[in-house]
């Protein structure tokens, strides 16, 4: 059974950081794609980052590109999102998700069928 527990969400300054992580067990499949989604309060859950686990490769929202960074430990399978100039247009509810699924669709939350419960990200004066 595929867990996944996020942390690492809180309060933080415009401009400011944050890293959240996400520990995943219970994966199977070597072919998958694992990242970060959102949810802002009156808005749709969107793709924010992932990582594909065959090659490594990086998706990332045009809004955010160039200031998150998403990260993996094979060793125990956890992934990072490391948030760097944070905007208030950041703060979301953030979830981790997986599914056996290519990186390519990390832009389209619904075909993720394993999700966290979901770390909240606040950023403001």
């Known amino acids: 059974q595929v867990q996944l527990v996020e942390s690492g969400g809180g309060l933080v300054q415009p401009g400011g950081s944050l890293r959240l992580s996400c520990a995943a067990s219970?994966?199977?499949?070597?072919?998958?794609?694992i990242g970060w989604f959102r949810q802002a309060p009156g808005k749709e859950r969107e793709g924010v980052s992932c990582?594909?686990?065959?090659?490594?490769?990086?998706y990332y929202a045009d809004s955010v590109k160039g200031r998150f960074t998403i990260s993996r430990d094979n060793f125990d399978d956890t992934v990072y999102l490391q948030m760097n100039s944070l905007k208030p247009e950041d703060t979301a509810v953030y979830f981790c998700?997986?599914?056996?699924?290519?990186?390519?669709?990390?832009?389209?939350?619904?075909?993720?069928?394993?999700w966290g419960r979901g770390t909240q990200v606040t950023v403001s004066s």
């Open positions: 219970g994966l199977t499949s070597d072919y998958y794609a």
């Open positions: 998700a997986t599914d056996s699924i290519d990186l390519i669709y990390c832009a389209y939350p619904l075909l993720f069928g394993y």
């Open positions: 990582i594909s686990s065959v090659d490594g490769r990086r």
